[in-house]
């Protein structure tokens, strides 16, 4: 059995991981917290996630989440899995990051709390996303500097951060496929008298509306054709069951760093 611990218990991650678990019957869920003010602390984090009561209660311990798990698996926001992957890091315990929103500095954080155990970071855990932005780099590599590369991204009313994480993703895969980094070519906010487009920069668009639990195009404009590339989710119990595999890779991985797409491999 793979004992597995959930911070962000109550949220919408949170509950689909707890229900997925409740279903594995190699996973035992160990476990389970959220922030000191939700009005899930006390209560079964079963019944909280909407299945069988489990017997675990929510706390709002961090700790608690180090103590009997092989893995930790932290969907909830930036600062709270900064502390969580310090803690992880202290008792040598694997963890799966799922949240987004991370600034560059709390990425380079981040990257400092992998010696001591596997870390597997990822913004987008669906294997059609993984497959996709490996296309996307491929693309990205293969077309010319002429072909204008722009992102889109739609999401639920709910989420908080803009473009999202997998669209930033989807972004770094295009400018490494073009041997560039990023920071140097993105384009993410547009508005006023901002002038013509530049050759090079990889552009952004963001919609948010609805329950939309998400869809990602990216279009490679080129002179009178372009190609798009696109994944739509329509259950989040995608990202879930990603980053279930990801904890089962993560339970018996070496200490490091790690994404989906070694997932995939291993
Ligand atoms: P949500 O708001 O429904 O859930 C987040 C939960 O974390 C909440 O219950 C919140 O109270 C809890 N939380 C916040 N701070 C905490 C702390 N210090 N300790 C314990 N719990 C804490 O959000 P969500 O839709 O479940 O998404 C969570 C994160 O996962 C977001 O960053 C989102 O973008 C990301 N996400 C990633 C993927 C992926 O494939 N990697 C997929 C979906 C969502």
């Known amino acids: ?120 970071y990822c913004a987008n855990t669906s294997v059609g996303m993984t497959l996709l932005t490996q296309l996307v780099e491929e693309v990205a590599a293969r077309l010319t500097q002429e072909w204008d590369i722009e992102i889109l991204e739609t999401h639920h009313h709910h989420k908080v951060d803009a473009p999202s994480g997998t669209a930033l993703a989807l972004g770094k895969a295009a400018a490494k496929g073009r041997g560039v980094a990023l920071d140097g070519v993105a384009d993410i906010v547009r508005k006023g008298q901002i002038g013509a487009r530049k050759q090079g920069d990889i552009g952004f668009a963001v919609l948010r509306g609805g329950d939309v639990v998400g869809e990602h195009s990216v279009i490679f404009y080129g002179e009178s054709e372009r190609v798009e590339i696109s994944h739509r989710a329509t259950d989040r119990a995608i990202f879930a069951r990603g980053a279930i595999r990801a904890a089962r890779f993560a339970a018996t991985a070496n200490a490091g760093l790690y994404d989906m797409t070694d997932v995939l491999r291993g």
Do not use: C
């Not at 962000?8 to 279903?23: F, H, N, V, W």
């Not at 209660?57 to 909830?76: K, M, Q």
């Not at 930036?78 to 992880?88: G, I, N, R, Y």
């Open 1 to 120: 059995m793979i004992k597995i611990a959930i911070p962000g218990s109550a949220g919408r991650m949170g509950g689909m991981l707890i229900r997925e678990i409740a279903a594995a019957p190699d996973l035992e869920l160990v476990a389970a917290t959220d922030r000191p003010e939700s009005p899930s602390i006390g209560h079964d984090a079963g019944e909280v996630a909407q299945t069988e009561a489990n017997g675990v209660i929510i706390g709002s311990e961090p700790e608690t989440l180090f103590g009997l798990a092989d893995v930790v698996i932290d969907f909830t926001s930036p600062t709270a899995t900064l502390h969580h992957a310090k803690l992880a890091e202290a008792h040598g315990t694997a963890i799966v990051i799922g949240t987004t929103g991370l600034s560059a500095s709390d990425e380079t954080k981040l990257l400092a709390t992998t010696k001591g155990n596997a870390v597997i």
